[in-house]
């Protein structure tokens, strides 16, 4: 079994930053891929960052220049580096890992969400 623990949500003033981590622990072989998604009051959820294994990135139309993820390897930590931050900007943020276990299977990873609020 694997653990994503997320810290650093909270509330800041719109143009301001906040930084994420995420980071996951237990039955790991390699991370895959680690990245963070958002869930708004009455929307589905979606992509907001992910980086593989091998160092590729993909960002949502609606942060590319102002979010940037990172990973920290040797920790099995990913980071979300948000600036510029706006109200629309306002949801819990998810950890999700794709993780290969001792078995060779890859599996699929959520943390518990943490939440970030932005006021305008």
């Known amino acids: 079994q694997v653990q994503l623990v997320e810290s650093g949500g909270g509330l800041v003033q719109a143009g301001g930053s906040l930084r994420l981590s995420c980071a996951a622990s237990?039955?790991?072989?390699?991370?895959?891929?680690m990245g963070w998604y958002r869930q708004a009051p009455g929307k589905q959820r979606e992509l907001v960052a992910r980086m593989t294994n091998g160092g590729s990135t993909n960002y949502a139309d609606f942060v590319k220049g102002r979010f940037a993820i990172s990973r920290e390897n040797g920790k099995n930590t990913v980071y979300l580096q948000m600036n510029s931050l706006k109200p629309e900007d306002t949801a819990v943020y998810y950890c999700?890992?794709?993780?290969?276990?001792?078995?060779?299977?890859?599996?699929?990873?959520w943390g518990q969400g943490t939440q970030v609020t932005v006021s305008s």
């Open positions: 237990g039955s790991i072989l390699m991370i895959e891929a």
């Open positions: 999700n890992a794709d993780v290969r276990a001792w078995d060779l299977k890859t599996y699929n990873y």
